[in-house]
């Protein structure tokens, strides 16, 4: 798939459903599910990159990639 933090599931899918059916779905598992607790000594984003990624530490920082085609030529 993407990368670690993607899942994917199938749906059941009704035979009398009347909208075209999505066959797999996908959703992110955020970092912290991962970390059961905070190490100590954990490496820390500067505080200017830590604003803009919207956490300090580069073990909980998740990407969301836009899954979407770019737009234009």
């Given at each position: 798939?993407?990368?670690?933090?993607?899942?994917?599931?199938?749906?059941?899918?009704?035979?009398?459903?009347?909208?075209?059916p999505i066959r797999i779905?996908?959703?992110?598992?955020?970092?912290?599910?991962?970390?059961?607790?905070?190490?100590?000594?954990?490496?820390?984003?500067?505080?200017?990159?830590?604003?803009?990624?919207?956490?300090?530490?580069?073990?909980?920082?998740?990407?969301?990639?836009?899954?979407?085609?770019p737009k234009g030529g």
């Open positions: 798939m993407y990368d670690n933090q993607w899942r994917e599931w199938k749906p059941y899918v009704s035979p009398l459903d009347p909208c075209p779905k996908r959703y992110v598992v955020p970092p912290n599910q991962f970390i059961p607790f905070q190490p100590m000594n954990l490496p820390q984003f500067p505080l200017d990159e830590a604003l803009r990624r919207g956490t300090l530490w580069p073990a909980l920082y998740s990407s969301y990639p836009s899954r979407r085609a």
